[in-house]
């Protein structure tokens, strides 16, 4: 499964989350360690979607940038 994460900073840390999955959150004190901890946050939550017999949501959000003149 593929899902898209935002890592925004946060003050002295930088949080993640997963827009697929709503509730599903981490924290971290660099960017790299953040993207460590949503994938470990990821995997958590879909088993507790599984042990709770709740449906996997999928993969629909989509990532892109765009460029602005300031």
């Not at 593929?2 to 924290?27: F, H, K, M, Q, W």
């Not at 953040?34 to 599984?50: D, N, S």
Request: proline share 7%; with cysteine; aromatic share 8%.
């Amino acid at each position: 499964m593929r899902y898209a994460i935002v890592i925004e900073r946060a003050g002295s840390n930088y949080s993640a989350y997963v827009p697929d999955l709503p509730g599903c959150v981490a924290t971290g004190a660099t960017p790299a360690e953040t993207e460590k901890e949503i994938r470990e946050a990821i995997k958590f939550h879909l088993e507790g979607l599984r042990a709770d017999n709740q449906p996997i949501p999928a993969a629909s959000s989509r990532v892109d940038y765009v460029v602005v003149a300031a």
